[in-house]
């Protein structure tokens, strides 16, 4: 019991970087005894205000969900905002009096004496298909270059360049980059246009000249065309753009 509060702040803590970097606003409830509940008063005041205490010491504002709690403990949820400020059941901690007790699960303390457990419940997403959804309407299907399936595409003007394209991509695979190419026998605007729909990141249109060059021409979502570029250039800017998690 004298650990709960710290045990909570460190899952705080890990609720607040997971939001963070996935881009999220969030509120933070303390939903406490429900109408009908297990175990004793006294140990839901204990562990209500353990919970209390380690929102304190977190630093963030959060509003009482008074009776929100589950039969089995209080709990702490954290609620995302999508897109139109909507709040969504994310990462939740909930404090359970009913396992330990149902499978008699002890300690021994340091007096020697065995002791009921205190058991933590904690996900740091929520649901995942609720999470899922929440975040490809949060960013409007344009994931951001650290969670895009394909980072980079790789468009060929004409067969003639599907080789160089291929050694592109063997390259910057090679680097850790989620890269494929684009062989279809369609002209380059199809290419760039269903590369546009599909929202991925990077765009890199290889012809002849820059597969003489051992170059290639970047076009990004939302910015443009950035230039023609050696793959060396180009990963400086993948990793960068990485390590800002933008």
């Known amino acids: ?111 020697g004496k065995e002791k009921r457990v205190v058991m933590v419940h904690r996900t740091v997403l929520g649901s995942m298909e609720r999470f899922l959804g929440v975040l490809l309407e949060h960013y409007g299907g344009l994931l951001p270059l650290w969670l895009a399936p394909v980072q980079v595409i790789v468009l060929p003007v004409k067969s003639e360049q599907k080789d160089y394209a291929q050694e592109v991509k063997t390259e910057l695979s090679e680097r850790g980059f989620r890269v494929q190419v684009d062989e279809r026998n369609e002209s380059l605007p199809a290419k760039v246009r269903d590369a546009e729909l599909e929202k991925i990141p990077y765009m890199l249109i290889v012809g002849e000249r820059e597969k003489e060059e051992k170059v290639v021409s970047v076009r990004a979502k939302g910015k443009g065309q950035i230039g023609r570029l050696r793959l060396e250039e180009l990963g400086e800017i993948l990793l960068e753009e990485l390590k800002r998690r933008g």
Do not use: H
């Open 1 to 111: 019991p004298e650990q709960l509060r710290e045990e909570v702040i460190g899952v705080l803590d890990l609720s607040d970087f997971m939001m963070k970097s996935f881009g999220f606003k969030y509120k933070i409830f303390l939903a406490t005894r429900p109408e009908k509940y297990i175990g004793t008063d006294e140990v839901w005041e204990r562990a209500t205000g353990s919970l209390k205490d380690a929102l304190k010491e977190f630093g963030r504002e959060y509003e009482v969900d008074v009776g929100g709690g589950v039969y089995y403990g209080p709990k702490i949820d954290i609620k995302m905002e999508d897109a139109l400020e909507r709040l969504w059941q994310g990462p939740t901690i909930q404090v359970d009096f009913n396992l330990p007790e149902r499978f008699d699960v002890n300690y021994v303390a340091s007096d």
